[in-house]
Every structure is written in structure tokens, then in C-alpha cells.
């Protein structure tokens, strides 16, 4: 065999040509890794800034308006970071609870046999689906809340709140002793429709006879936490806004980031989420809405025990990625100078430098909210996931 | 002999009632079914009343199209012309910075080239878009080869022409620019790592699947602040990388990463059959994914792609975050222009950046419809 030839029998080992690539790509992964390393220690070191997290540490020196924790500009950069991504985590929740809400809301809408509605609802979809968020967080900020009036001249509207250039007034509630208790029969409460869920589900699984589980549980709730606020003696206040002469004295503020982004967010997203609702039910065969009529149902239960458990298969999947999304999109709150995990991180890069590090907390933070958002929805996709026998 | 009677001839068809033909009919079906469609109906006939009336109002009737400065569109107590309480889109200063919305501070002189630039594009690109146009492969040549080459030159300047940086650039331009780069790099990009993530090798596998799922997990603003901060850091000193390449690479590595997760599904939708069928042929890895696989599983998601370019196209208004003047960049730098400042100035210039994009997405969305229709991979897929 002459050498030509044992070096094509080599070249057509796919095993050991595979095993080639994988060392010359590796050495090349690592030579470029190494050279960055080398260029970033350098440019550091001349920038004088020093590597490692000892900065969060350090005092903050900014202020953060309307803070969740207590916060001072004296607090760390540690601490001013835990706002914001308490900040992040507010307008996540707040915007996931809003675009369902809408979303499902106009999913439906645009399958209703009402022609009007079904038009408009499509009016909807095809109008936030395809708009820049960032345009429509500014669209709330530039364009409407800040050219609002002037405190001394608020839109007053009903329930004592106010609107103005500076945000949202609304009553604060002053909680006092004994809301504790009633919060504890709230809970209570709560615990007993669980067990009385599943009393009925296991009477039905039994007997057939069903139990009209929803409105007992939501008596139930509702009446003892009234008889429990009533006992204690109404142990809740507002404190109401007054307009002054020049300002509003009391309440709570919203500020006009927040509601901007709260906004584009919600409505931006649920245009999706209609879009992924729609495609839900239109994806449960006919035949299945046709037997449950058959079967002599009335159109209410044909919806809530035939077509919705099934939309919910599909619609789950798709859904978790709108959530993820809305959470990654939360951060267009630098824009407007929402103090979310990205604007704190970026005022602290802007101070110290940090960049690397403060660009590996934001990665590190957003992969776990997300990876802890799968893991949520599909522990709940599972639940309701077919069961194949 | 009594007569027999015998139909010779068909009855004519008798009238459908009225209330089940026509106009008449359709509103009761579509409308009125119910009391709870009226009053549905009501109430939404209220609202379009109510905001159409209002839009039309504010657009078009108390709309101030003609003008040189703030005074035409702001109030006299704001200090302008208006009587006290008018509100209208102030569509003359939309008028008074068309040219800088599109170009940015792009020299006057120049603009010719970014508009050679624009038409050579439509020239070679509307044939692509239409299917029953021949010569699809040459078509292709030209526009991702000679095509990004002259583009540079035109735009950039060299070989005679004088240079334009690109801070200069701006705009709509700046816009359109970023997207049809970051789609044409993101591409390629996210078939590799497609292919990279179903490869044999671990090495391969592992690093394509790290990079697509850090870039998916996290917002576009850290990967554009990764490339506008980080990397001058990991270049040797004195190299430095120009803004707009910045941006460039961060929206295309972006891009790469949801391109592959597309692509990937359309891979696993491609009947096993034809990967075997290919090694059974003997064709090499790369000939049986180039001939055989990727152009099937392509066909297969092309409405996914669409939607990946379209979010792409969205996306790129996020670089005016890091500092660029993009479409929407360059709009709201203008709000702070104290010869326009008004109350009414940011609502118009927004309801002009958002019609050109809203213009822009739903143009690719009818289109993908047209494709997926033309393919019908839709329901397949």
C-alpha cells in the first residue's frame, strides 16, 4: 500500500475525520478565546478599570425614582441592581396579566359570528403586530402622557384619580390592625375551594353528578373575607390625592414610564397572543364541536368542557414564548427611563466601566427568568397535555 | 273523457323570501342575530363613530399641512398662531423634514447615491419577489455579490467618489440598510446553525446550541450593548469598529439565532426518506444537505422566515437606544428642535415613523400569505 493510498483510507474515516474537525475547531475556539482574553485584560488595565464584581459593593450615588426596596443613592450597586430587576419583574407580571387579558379578549372577538366585531378585533391584530414596540412605548410617552397638563391643571377622573404630565394618582390604601386577619381568612378561604375542587371533581368522578364548583368557591371567598373585613372593624383606609394649588398632596404615583411601557407592552403582545388564540380553537376539529352537540350540550358547556381544554393544548406552547418575549422586551424601558434591570445596569456601566460584568448579570438574570418561565408553563402544559393511552 | 293534465313545462322558481336574500338578510345574520349582537353591534358601531369622527378630525380637518416653524402648529398661549384649544397633526413639520427622516445628515449633494443605491435594489429585487419570473439563480448572483460591493462604494464613497462616514447616515436609510444586511448575514448564518445543532459531532453541537439559546434567552438591547461596549474591549488598541458595523453585527448575530430555530424546524420536517435516499445516492454530507435537505426544509418554513425578517425589521428601531439615528432615532431627535417644539409635534412624527413601518411589515406579511399560498406549505408544514 503506497503512502497516497493510506492517507485516502484516513481521509474516508469518517470517525477519525470527524474527530479532526472537532480538535482543529476546538484549538481555534480556544486560540480566539485566548487572544480576546489578552486584548480585553489589556484594554482594562490601560482604561484602569478592575476586573471583578467588587464594584457592586460600592455606593450607587443615583437615585432611583419610586423604588420597590428601600433605596437611597448612598445604597450599593448591588442593591440598586435588586431594584431594578424587582422593577423588571413588576412590569413583566403586570404586562403578561394585561396582554392575556386583551389578547384572549380579541382572539375570541375575531372569531365571533358578529361580522362588526370580527372585523375590528382583525383591525387590532394587524395594526400592534406589525409596529416597532420601541414606537409604541414612545407613542404613549411623547405623544400622550406628556403633553398632558400640568399637575395644578389634572384630568380628574372618576374614583378619585388623577392624570397628569407627571403620571397616574391614585388612592393609596393604609392598611391597619387586623388586615393581617383578614387576609389570613382570604387565604383560608382560598384553601377551602381547593379541597372543595376536588371533593366535586372526585363526587363526579363517582357518582356524574356535578357541583357548581366555581361560583360555591367564589361565594364562599367573597363572603368570609367580607364578614372577617366587617368583624375587625374595616381595618383599610385610602388615603386620598387632593389637588393643591400647584400639586397633588397624598396618594400614590404612576409614574409616566411605567404606564408607557405597561401600555405599548400589554397591547403590543396581545396582539399575538389573539393571533395564537385564534389559531387554538380554529385548531380543534369540527367533528369534536359537532359530537359535543350531538351529545345534546348547550353551546356554554360545548366551549368550557369540549373546545377550550382542547384550544389549550395548542395554545400553551406558543404562549409561554409571547410571555418570554414581553419580558425581553421589558427592557425597552431604558428608552423611557424606566429604572428596569437593563437602565440600572446601564447608568452603573456608564459609571464604572464594568461592561463585561455588568453585561453577564443581565444574561445571567434574563436566562434564569426564562428558563423559569419554560419550566412554569411546561410543568402547566403537562397538566393539561392529552393523556394517550 | 275528462282531460288529463300534463306539465309540459317547469314552474319558474318562486322569490326567496326577502329576509333571506341579499342585504337584508346578511345584516340579520352578520349583525342583529340576538339581542346580545345588537347591542355588540351598537356599541361597536359607537366606537368606530366616536374614532373615526375624532381621527379625521384631528389628521385631516384641523391638520396644519403648510408651514415654517412652530407657530403654525402650536397655540397662542404655547406661543404660536392656533386659537387657544385647537389640537391637529402638524403634518408641515413632517413636510419640513421628510428629506432628513430618510437620509439623515447625509450631504445633500450625495443623495443621488443612496437613491441609485434604493433603485438599483427594486431593480433586482422585484424580480425575485415574482415567481413566475425565470432565472432565479443569476438573479441571486447579482444581488449577493456585485450587488453589497457597488452598494459599499456608493454609499461609503472611494474609487473617485467623496467619502461619506456613516454618522452622517441616518434615517430611513439607516433603517432599511440594517435590515436587509442583518437579514442577508442572519441567513446563511442560521443555516449553519441549524445544520451545526442536528450535527454529529459534539463539539459542534454543543457550541451551536449554547449560542442559539443565550442569544434567544436574552433581550436584543444586551446583545447591541454587547456589541457597541464589549467588543471595542476584545480588539487589539487602535483598532477600532465603526458604529454602524456594531449595530450590523448585533442585530445579525440576533437574527442568526432565531433564523436557526426556524430553520430547524423545517429540518425535522423533512421526511427521513430523504436523508436516506441522499446517502444511499453517495453524496458527500454537504451535498445531500445543500441539494437534497435545506431546500426542502426552506420551502417548509418560509412563512416563519418571514416573520423572523419581519421582527428583524421591527427590531432594528432598538438601535437608536445605542446611539444611531435610525427612522424612528432620527424622528424623535427632531422632537427636541426648538423651531418645531409643540405639544402636537411628537404625535405626528410618531403617526409618520409608524405608518412607514406598519407600511414596511404588512407589505412582508401579504406577501408571505402569497408565497405560503403559492407553495401551499402552510397547512403542510
Known amino acids: 500500500m503506497s503512502v497516497h493510498n493510506r492517507m485516502s483510507v484516513l481521509m474516508n474515516n469518517s470517525a477519525l475525520r470527524g474527530v479532526a474537525i472537532q480538535v482543529l475547531l476546538g484549538m481555534a475556539m480556544l486560540s480566539v478565546a485566548w487572544v480576546i482574553a489578552q486584548n480585553a485584560a489589556g484594554n482594562l488595565q490601560r482604561a484602569n478599570i478592575r476586573s471583578g464584581f467588587d464594584f457592586l459593593d460600592a455606593r450607587a450615588g443615583f437615585e432611583i425614582a419610586r423604588p420597590l426596596i428601600q433605596y437611597t443613592s448612598d445604597s450599593t450597586y448591588g442593591r440598586a441592581l435588586v431594584v431594578g430587576l424587582l422593577n423588571t419583574m413588576l412590569i413583566a407580571a403586570t404586562g403578561i396579566v394585561a396582554a392575556t387579558i386583551i389578547g384572549f379578549l380579541v382572539g375570541i372577538g375575531r372569531l365571533s359570528s358578529n361580522w362588526l366585531i370580527a372585523r375590528l378585533c382583525a383591525l387590532y391584530v394587524e395594526v400592534f403586530r406589525n409596529l416597532p414596540p420601541l414606537l409604541l412605548v414612545f407613542f404613549w410617552y411623547l405623544g400622550i402622557l406628556s403633553v398632558l397638563p400640568q399637575p395644578r391643571e389634572s384630568l380628574r377622573l372618576p374614583l378619585n384619580l388623577f392624570l397628569n404630565n407627571r403620571g397616574l394618582t391614585f388612592p393609596a390604601p393604609v392598611p391597619s390592625e387586623g388586615l393581617g386577619g383578614v387576609a389570613a381568612v382570604f387565604v383560608a378561604g382560598l384553601l377551602l375551594s381547593f379541597v372543595l375542587a376536588r371533593w366535586a371533581r372526585i363526587r363526579q368522578a363517582k357518582t356524574g353528578r356535578r357541583f357548581p364548583t366555581l361560583l360555591v368557591s367564589v361565594g364562599l371567598v367573597v363572603v368570609l373575607t367580607t364578614v372577617a373585613f366587617v368583624a375587625a372593624g374595616a381595618p383599610l383606609s385610602f388615603n386620598y390625592p387632593v389637588a393643591g394649588t400647584f400639586n397633588i398632596t397624598g396618594g400614590t404615583v404612576l409614574g409616566p414610564e411605567f404606564i408607557s411601557l405597561f401600555m405599548a407592552l400589554s397591547f403590543y403582545t396581545a396582539s399575538f397572543i389573539a393571533e395564537i388564540v385564534r389559531a387554538g380553537i380554529q385548531g380543534v376539529p369540527k367533528g369534536q364541536t359537532e359530537a359535543a352537540k350531538a351529545l345534546g350540550l348547550k353551546p356554554s358547556a360545548v366551549m368550557s368542557l369540549i373546545v377550550i381544554p382542547q384550544a389549550f393544548r395548542i395554545i400553551i406552547p406558543p404562549l409561554t414564548s409571547q410571555y418570554l418575549n414581553l419580558t425581553k422586551n421589558s427592557s425597552l424601558a431604558i428608552a423611557v427611563g424606566f429604572s428596569d434591570l437593563i437602565a440600572v445596569g446601564g447608568t452603573t456601566l456608564n459609571q464604572t466601566g464594568q461592561a463585561i460584568e455588568i453585561i453577564a448579570i443581565w444574561m445571567l438574570i434574563y436566562l434564569t427568568l426564562s428558563v423559569m418561565t419554560s419550566v412554569f408553563m411546561n410543568w402547566f402544559n403537562a397538566k393539561v397535555a392529552l393523556v394517550e393511552r | ?381
Open chain 2, 1 to 381: 273523457m275528462a282531460e288529463t293534465f300534463v306539465r309540459t313545462s317547469m314552474l319558474a322558481p318562486s322569490q326567496m323570501p326577502i329576509a333571506q336574500v341579499g342585504m337584508v338578510s346578511w345584516i340579520r345574520r352578520h349583525l342583529l342575530a340576538g339581542p346580545k349582537d345588537t347591542i355588540l353591534t351598537m356599541l361597536a358601531c359607537a366606537l368606530i363613530f366616536y374614532t373615526v369622527t375624532h381621527l379625521i378630525n384631528w389628521l385631516l380637518v384641523q391638520a396644519v399641512w403648510v408651514g415654517s416653524d412652530r407657530t403654525v402648529c402650536a397655540t397662542i398661549a404655547q406661543g404660536g398662531l392656533q386659537p387657544d384649544g385647537w389640537s391637529g397633526a402638524c403634518w408641515a413639520f413632517v413636510g419640513a423634514k421628510f428629506e432628513q427622516f430618510v437620509f439623515g445628515r447625509y450631504p445633500l449633494e450625495e443623495r443621488w447615491r443612496p437613491i441609485l443605491v434604493a433603485g438599483l435594489l427594486v431593480f433586482l429585487l422585484a424580480p425575485m419577489l415574482v415567481p413566475s419570473i425565470p432565472r432565479k439563480a443569476l438573479n441571486a448572483l447579482l444581488l449577493l455579490v456585485p450587488f453589497p460591493v457597488i452598494s459599499f462604494f456608493l454609499l461609503y464613497g472611494g474609487l473617485g467618489l467623496p467619502i461619506v462616514e456613516t454618522p452622517l447616515w441616518g434615517g430611513l436609510m439607516v433603517t432599511l440598510l440594517l435590515s436587509f444586511v442583518g437579514i442577508a448575514v442572519s441567513f446563511p448564518f442560521g443555516i449553519l446553525l441549524a445544520l451545526g445543532r442536528q450535527s454529529q459531532l459534539p463539539l459542534v453541537r454543543w457550541g451551536s446550541i449554547a449560542f442559539i439559546e443565550v442569544i434567544r434567552g436574552v433581550p436584543l438591547i444586551t446583545v447591541l450593548f454587547m456589541a457597541s461596549v464589549m467588543l471595542p474591549l476584545f480588539l487589539p488598541v487602535g483598532w477600532t469598529v465603526d458604529h454602524l458595523l456594531r449595530a450590523l453585527i448585533g442585530v445579525s448575530l440576533f437574527g442568526s439565532a432565531y433564523i436557526a430555530e426556524v430553520i430547524r424546524g423545517g429540518l425535522q420536517a423533512v421526511p427521513k426518506r430523504q436523508y436516506e435516499g441522499a446517502e444511499s445516492l453517495g453524496l458527500s454530507y454537504w451535498q445531500k444537505m445543500w441539494l437534497i435537505v435545506v431546500p426542502q426544509a426552506i420551502k417548509l418554513v418560509i412563512p416563519g422566515i418571514v416573520n423572523t425578517f419581519i421582527g428583524m425589521f421591527k427590531d432594528t428601531s432598538l438601535v437608536s437606544i445605542i446611539g444611531m439615528f435610525d427612522l424612528l432615532g432620527i424622528v424623535r431627535l427632531n422632537f427636541g428642535d426648538p423651531v418645531w417644539a409643540t405639544p402636537v409635534t411628537p404625535m405626528t412624527g410618531l403617526l409618520f415613523a409608524g405608518f412607514v413601518f406598519w407600511l414596511f411589515c404588512f407589505g412582508m406579511s401579504k406577501y408571505s400569505g402569497f408565497v405560503e399560498r403559492k407553495l401551499d406549505t402552510g397547512r403542510k408544514g
